[in-house]
């Protein structure tokens, strides 16, 4: 039922070291893939993205890495800051289409400093 | 430069009670969404509207309506609240469906 998961709840890491939130999809006509960050009180905000004709996205401190075969994106944040506490979404879409965005169920990361 | 708003941020209803969840962009973006997150899971889609007078439903409608009476404003309408629909509800909006989406604060609502 649930098309996109993210099976850890929750991450802690060590501020400066290197996080990965993983996430796998079950859909493999999905071809737009994304991650939101999301602070407490606030709505989730676009972080970054991938295209399924790419393996990996760079943005800064954000990568993004794809494997197709085996249906999984992970973002690493190198090096990770206590301003990366928040929850972490990725959501995948396919094709185009309002009603075409999937959501996981997230993933609560702490930067401990 | 607002971006997405909501009201209310927080409301408890009483099961049966009707409310409106408002939402509002200052973006002039054409499309907008109206999500839920339920405790442990990912948001859903409830409705959405490509423009003006123009909405549909996403996966999960039952126990809501929607109007789209401006580019601006997009109202989510509860009838007869049940505890189901207990979650917090997000507003978000998009320039088009290629874009990404912009989202507002959310409304946590209490049905008891």
């Known amino acids: 039922d649930q098309q996109v998961k993210q099976n850890s709840p929750s991450l802690s890491v060590q501020e400066g070291r290197i996080s990965i939130l993983n996430c796998d999809y079950t859909?493999?006509?999905?071809?737009?893939f994304l991650w939101y960050k999301k602070y407490p009180a606030e709505g989730p905000t676009f972080l970054i993205s991938i295209s399924s004709i790419k393996d990996k996205n760079e943005d800064g401190r954000f990568t993004v890495f794809l494997n197709k075969s085996a249906k999984h994106l992970s973002l690493h944040i190198v090096p990770s800051q206590p301003g990366d506490s928040a929850v972490y979404f990725c959501?995948?879409?396919?094709?185009?289409?309002?009603?075409?965005?999937?959501f996981g169920t997230g993933t609560r990361l702490t930067v401990i400093p | 430069n607002a971006g997405v708003t909501q009201t209310p941020k927080f409301r408890i209803l009483k099961i049966g009670q009707s409310m409106t969840l408002q939402c509002a962009q200052d973006?002039?973006?054409?499309?907008m969404y109206w999500y839920r997150q339920d405790p442990g899971m990912g948001l859903k889609l409830i409705y959405y509207?490509?423009?003006?007078?123009?909405?549909d439903k996403g996966e999960v409608p039952n126990g809501y309506n929607v109007s789209r009476s401006t580019t601006e404003d997009f109202p989510l309408r509860l009838e007869l609240a049940a505890p189901s629909q207990t979650s917090v509800y997000f507003c978000?909006?998009?320039?088009?469906?290629?874009?990404?989406?912009?989202f507002g604060p959310g409304t946590r609502l209490l049905v008891l």
């Open positions: 509207s490509v423009g003006a007078g123009i909405t």
């Open positions: 973006m002039n973006h054409n499309y």
């Open positions: 859909n493999s006509m999905f071809d737009y």
């Open positions: 978000a909006s998009s320039y088009s469906e290629y874009e990404t989406q912009y």
């Open positions: 959501a995948a879409s396919e094709g185009t289409g309002a009603n075409n965005l999937f």
